[in-house]
């Protein structure tokens, strides 16, 4: 499969605990460019297989023939002049604070924690995408193999914004702080490699490994609170469908929490302060992390296949003042 030989390739290249930047591609204007079909390999299929979904990830190579300039660049609203439209309060399709994102391989969907109501959205123009990410003004990236996506969340336009240095299983921004003394950090698990993307730059930096110990590896999710703590959902060894605690400025598994209780967990997200799971198929779990575990409530179903899920750093629900 290309998918495995581009990773064999990859791993030749990028060796493990690296810690030197690399650059990712940044790609052509819209506007000079095609449609962008994700590149994804046709052959691929429906599930994950121990760390990378198996029907998410574009081969490595698929967008390997993209180049030019930069699309106008991500600053994070840190200057004054234009920059691609990503400026705080020039943005279309931003997050609202008191939804849920949600997708399968092929749509995006909305759930309200307060009436626990799943809505479709509409189709989202990248292919097969594994996970969406939402920074603190409501900014959404979705990723699809190693191609990094800008997301509108109002209509599922997916803008090509970067070839990133290997497939990704999972996109997450961390609060500032954590990675970046003063801005999110945007993280991310691939095949291979735990890495933080610099967006102004197009610096990929490689904190860690994917290889997590016991044979464990990232299976569906990354989702992060506001005093810094991340949970991700893993798999392998003897563990199916397990939640840890990881070390978000390295990756690496700090504590392990046990199983969530559900099988296919592929969305994790926080909400109130409250962690919640998706799964692929269609249920929405409150997770709850104790002496005992983890304790998983199913709270609404749904006849989605969840393949990822991200909410506004504090996104809470209008009724309790958020």
């Not at 996970?131 to 997301?151: E, P, Q, W």
Request: with cysteine.
């Amino acid at each position: 499969m290309k998918r495995a030989l581009a990773a064999l390739l990859l791993a030749t290249f990028i060796a493990c605990g690296r810690t030197d930047p690399l650059t990712f591609e940044p790609l052509r204007p819209v506007a000079d460019r095609p449609p962008a079909d994700a590149g994804p390999d046709a052959s691929v299929d429906g599930g994950h297989d121990g760390g990378a979904r198996d029907a998410g990830p574009a081969d490595a190579g698929a967008d390997a023939g993209r180049d030019g300039g930069i699309d106008g660049g991500f600053d994070g609203g840190r200057d004054a002049g234009p920059d691609g439209g990503v400026d705080a309060g020039s943005e279309p399709g931003l997050a609202a604070d008191d939804l849920v994102y949600l997708h399968d391989n092929a749509a995006l969907f909305t759930w309200a924690p307060g009436t626990n109501v799943v809505s479709r959205v509409g189709t989202v123009s990248c292919i097969r995408p594994t996970d969406l990410a939402i920074d603190r003004l409501g900014r959404a990236f979705m990723v699809s193999g190693s191609t990094l996506y800008r997301l509108n969340l109002q209509t599922g336009v997916c803008t090509p914004f970067a070839t990133l240095p290997e497939p990704l299983v999972t996109l997450q921004f961390l609060p500032a702080g954590v990675v970046d003394a003063l801005e999110e950090g945007l993280v991310g698990y691939g095949q291979q490699t735990y890495w933080q993307f610099e967006l102004s730059n197009g610096m990929a930096l490689a904190l860690g490994t994917s290889s997590l110990g016991m044979g464990l590896v990232p299976s569906g999710d990354l989702t992060a609170l506001d005093d810094g703590g991340a949970f991700l959902s893993v798999r392998g060894g003897t563990c199916n469908d397990c939640l840890v605690r990881v070390d978000p400025q390295t990756g690496a598994v700090v504590e392990r929490l046990g199983p969530i209780g559900a099988s296919r967990v592929w969305g994790l997200a926080t909400f109130d302060d409250t962690l919640y799971g998706f799964t692929a198929s269609g249920g929405v779990l409150r997770l709850r992390v104790g002496d005992g575990g983890v304790q998983s409530q199913q709270v609404a179903t749904s006849n989605v296949s969840f393949w990822g899920a991200a909410a506004r750093p504090g996104a809470r629900s209008r009724r309790d003042g958020g």
